[in-house]
């Protein structure tokens, strides 16, 4: 089973820093494209930002110059440095993969975690 572990929300003052975490453990072969979305109270989920197996990376243009994603390709991780953080930031974070494992590809996510920015 092929599953991911996110880690490292919390709650911040405007303007502050945070980091997110996402661990793929499990029978991977390799992975494609990670992503972490955000879903706030009452709004559909959205894609915050993006990274492919090469390293091309793409950012919803709200977080444009504040979030940069980056990989570990070796230890199948995804990270979000989050600066410059706004209320509006405030939603569920999820991490998403595309994965190849043994029995296939498959597209998998991970259980959210929250992130609160306080005004």
């Known amino acids: 089973q092929v599953q991911l572990v996110e880690s490292g929300g919390g709650l911040v003052q405007a303007g502050g820093s945070l980091r997110l975490s996402c661990a793929a453990s499990?029978?991977?072969?390799?992975?494609?494209?990670m992503r972490w979305y955000r879903q706030a109270p009452g709004k559909q989920r959205e894609l915050v930002a993006a990274?492919?197996?090469?390293?091309?990376?793409n950012y919803e243009d709200s977080v444009k110059g504040r979030f940069t994603i980056s990989r570990d390709y070796a230890k199948n991780t995804v990270s979000l440095q989050m600066n410059s953080l706004k209320p509006d930031d405030t939603a569920v974070y999820y991490c998403?993969?595309?994965?190849?494992?043994?029995?296939?590809?498959?597209?998998?996510w991970g259980q959210g975690t929250q992130v609160t920015v306080s005004s």
């Open positions: 990274i492919g197996s090469v390293g091309r990376t």
């Open positions: 998403n993969a595309d994965v190849n494992s043994i029995t296939g590809r498959v597209e998998i």
């Open positions: 499990g029978r991977i072969s390799s992975i494609n494209a």
